[in-house]
Antibody
């Protein structure tokens, strides 16, 4: 059974960098698939942040591209997200998900990140 | 403003059928078969209900069905049940650099 678990600080100060990891169990990331990050501001809809293939090809939402770094650590079987220069608008629940046939088929439970001083 | 347009809310009574629309362009929904639908209950992660326009993942009730016509995709839920009350999101592959676009979400109320 494939499971994803996000983790990271729940509170980040404005202008700092948000860093999250997504631990994958039950499946080896190096075996394939795209892996993605999606966020959801409180009371709002879903926003795709970016996705990365296990081999390293990365795609990012143009509206966030300059601030987003996504990486894969196959030795730890985890995916990471870094979002720099955060503001209150980046306050959201952040989800990681596996992509299969262009659908996000398995999701983590999500982690809430608040940007505040 | 979301790239895909969904109605903000729909409602129906138990046992009825409802349809949620998702309108895009020829660059996304109209050009590809990669439309998927997600159900999200409050405080929970989204769950894929339909992929590739009309395919149901294993374990998803056959009361859920998807279709597409032109630039509009649709999710139909038949035999509404109280547990179907949730938010529903559509998404599509797009040939733009965004790769994926989401709809703004539709709140389904089961009366």
């Amino acid at each position: 059974q494939v499971q994803l678990q996000e983790s990271g600080p729940g509170l980040v100060k404005p202008s700092e960098t948000l860093s999250l990891t997504c631990a994958v169990s039950g499946f080896s990331i190096s075996s394939g698939y795209y892996w993605g990050w999606i966020r959801q501001p409180p009371g709002k809809g879903l926003e795709w942040i970016g996705s990365m293939y296990h081999s390293g090809s990365t795609y990012r939402n143009p509206s966030l591209r300059s601030r987003v770094t996504i990486s894969v650590d196959t030795s730890k079987n985890q995916i990471s997200l870094k979002l720099s220069s955060v503001t209150a608008a980046d306050t959201a629940v952040y989800f990681c998900a596996r992509v299969d046939q262009w659908a996000f088929d398995i999701w983590g439970q999500g982690t809430m990140v608040t940007v505040s001083s | 403003q979301s790239a895909l347009t969904q109605p903000a809310s729909v409602s129906g009574s138990p046992g009825q059928s409802i349809t949620i629309s998702c309108t895009g362009t020829s660059s996304d929904i109209g050009g590809y078969k990669f439309v998927s639908w997600y159900q999200q209950h409050p405080g929970k992660a989204p769950k894929v209900m339909i992929y590739d326009v009309s395919n149901r993942p294993s374990g998803v009730s056959n009361r859920f069905s998807g279709s597409k016509s032109g630039n509009t995709a649709s999710l139909t839920i038949s035999g509404l049940q109280p547990e179907d009350e949730a938010d529903y999101y559509c998404t599509s592959y797009t040939r733009s650099s965004t790769l994926w676009v989401f709809g703004g979400g539709t709140k389904l109320t089961v009366l």
